[in-house]
């Protein structure tokens, strides 16, 4: 697929997605939608970690309103069921860890984008915003699901009902992402994170995410029998064995991500 609303790039096992509609802060129309959609999946097939940012000032300023000609007469739900969902879902479903490197903006469909990464680091600058009850609309794009998992039901209730800005420190502060960086650092930190996961055990990461995402969903007995699963196949793999050799030899480990 050409890609025309965001760039792809791969660079020592990083897959670097940017969203690039800067004129519209990145906001999301359905070829965004198509392409991001493609490039995750392409990237989990290729990279060892994929990062999404945005270029400009904005991460992602949520769904494009002026796509389709007429906002007041979108059907909401085919453009969720059909278009959100397979971008999510490739997100969520990719085998290697995402980390959302949120430069600036995120608001409405856009933060929710960031925070269904596995990772969220954000510029002290950027800022969060749950706006939908702003057009009175409901969070959608995984946020009714993430939100109260990331920061406790009284602060996404909070969130989504008076669509507030979070400020980056603030989302750090109540668990919501991983952690705020100064604007300063924010590039090369979000770089050093992604470079490295990209030589880190990646089947290993693929079942954490596997493991850690399904533990709301399952009592404690079936999250033992799948840790067991998942560890069982870890342990075959060669970055297990290369990491207990490493241990012994007082050596740092040289994972192959197989």
């Not at 660079?11 to 939608?33: C, F, G």
């Not at 067991?228 to 075959?236: S, T, V």
Request: glycine share 8%; charged share 20%.
């Amino acid at each position: 697929m050409q890609y025309q609303t965001i760039t792809s790039a791969l660079n020592d096992d990083v897959a670097i997605i940017t969203l690039n509609r800067p004129e519209v802060m990145n906001a999301l129309n359905t070829q965004m939608r198509a392409e991001l959609t493609d490039a995750v999946v392409q990237a989990g097939k290729a990279a060892r970690v994929v990062v999404l940012t945005g270029n400009g000032s904005a991460f992602c300023s949520g769904q494009d309103l002026g796509d389709g000609g007429n906002a007041v007469n979108l059907d909401l739900e085919r453009v969720l069921r059909e278009e959100y969902v397979p971008m999510l879902r490739a997100i969520v479903d990719c085998p290697v860890p995402v980390i959302s490197a949120v430069n600036g903006a995120a608001a409405g469909a856009g933060a929710n984008l960031a925070l269904v990464a596995d990772v969220v680091i954000a510029t002290q600058s950027a800022f969060f915003m749950q706006a939908f009850t702003r057009i009175g609309l409901i969070p959608d794009a995984g946020g009714t699901w993430a939100l109260p998992r990331q920061m406790g039901l009284a602060k996404a209730m909070g969130a989504a009902l008076f669509a507030d800005k979070i400020t980056a420190q603030q989302a750090d502060d109540w668990g919501m992402i991983w952690e705020a960086v100064p604007d300063e650092a924010f590039d090369a930190h979000w770089r050093a994170r992604a470079a490295h996961l990209a030589k880190g055990p990646t089947v290993a990461y693929g079942h954490l995410k596997t493991a850690l995402r399904g533990a709301f969903e399952n009592d404690l007995e079936a999250q033992l029998a799948i840790e067991a699963r998942l560890q069982g196949e870890c342990g075959k793999t060669r970055d297990f064995k290369e990491g207990v050799l490493a241990f012994l030899d007082k050596r740092p480990a040289s994972y192959e991500g197989r």
